[in-house]
Antibody
Framework: QVQLQESGPGLVKPSGTLSLTCAVSGGSTSSSIWWGWVRQPPGKGLEWIGDIYHSGSTNYNPSLKSRVTISADKSKNQFSLKLTSVTAADTAVYYC????????????WGQGTLVTVSS | DILMTQSPSSLSASVGDRVTITCRAS??????LNWYQQKPGKAPKVLIY???NLQSGVPSRFSGSGSGTDFTLTISGLQPEDFATYYCQQSYSNLGWTFGQGTKVEIK
């Protein structure tokens, strides 16, 4: 059973950089699978941020592309999210998830971590 | 971007009711449509992938149908544990996966 666990600061200052890591167990970031990030502002819907393939290829949400970097550390079996120049609008629960092959469905999710952007 | 529009945004239903949620894509997405259930404070959980394929472990009262731009999620015989928010997601364009805005199913 694949398990994912997000970690990182819960509070980030405006104009700063949000950095989160997702640790994967029961699966490998080196396998032929995409691994992604999805966020959810309080009381709102889901927004895809981006994902990374085992080769290092990435896809990003066009609306966030200029501020997002997703990377992977195969030796630690984890992948990371960096979001720069954050504002209050970036306050959200951030989820990491596995994107299955075939129909590209998010089939395993982390529990989510709330990141608040505030001074 | 492919815009996904769900209807209704919310509904009230009773245990045992048949519930239908609709998701419409702004362009054809073939059968690349997935459905998720989310309960408060929890991560989403996949119910249906590829329009009509039931995820392992999901009760058979959940079903999906459609193609092209119009899709439905049906719950046949609503159970107390089904009160939640449901999201559709298109996985046709890897230029950007997009979700519907959600449908909240509440107890009548």
């Amino acid at each position: 059973q694949v398990q994912l666990q997000e970690s990182g600061p819960g509070l980030v200052k405006p104009s700063g950089t949000l950095s989160l890591t997702c640790a994967v167990s029961g699966g490998s970031t080196s396998s032929s699978i995409w691994w992604g990030w999805v966020r959810q502002p309080p009381g709102k819907g889901l927004e895809w941020i981006g994902d990374i393939y085992h080769s290092g290829s990435t896809n990003y949400n066009p609306s966030l592309k200029s501020r997002v970097t997703i990377s992977a550390d195969k030796s630690k079996n984890q992948f990371s999210l960096k979001l720069t120049s954050v504002t209050a609008a970036d306050t959200a629960v951030y989820y990491c998830a596995r994107l299955s092959s075939g129909y590209s469905v998010f089939d395993f999710w982390g529990q989510g971590t709330l990141v608040t952007v505030s001074s | 971007d492919i815009l996904m529009t769900q209807s209704p945004s919310s509904l009230s239903a009773s245990v045992g009711d048949r519930v239908t949620i609709t998701c419409r894509a702004s362009q054809s997405i073939s059968s690349y449509l997935n459905w998720y259930q989310q309960k408060p404070g929890k991560a989403p959980k996949v119910l249906i992938y590829g329009t009509s394929n039931l995820q392992s472990g999901v009760p058979s009262r959940f079903s999906g149908s459609g193609s092209g731009t119009d899709f439905t999620l049906t719950i046949s015989g609503l159970q107390p544990e089904d009160f939640a928010t449901y999201y559709c997601q298109q996985s046709y364009s890897n230029l950007g996966w997009t979700f519907g805005q959600g449908t909240k199913v509440e107890i009548k």
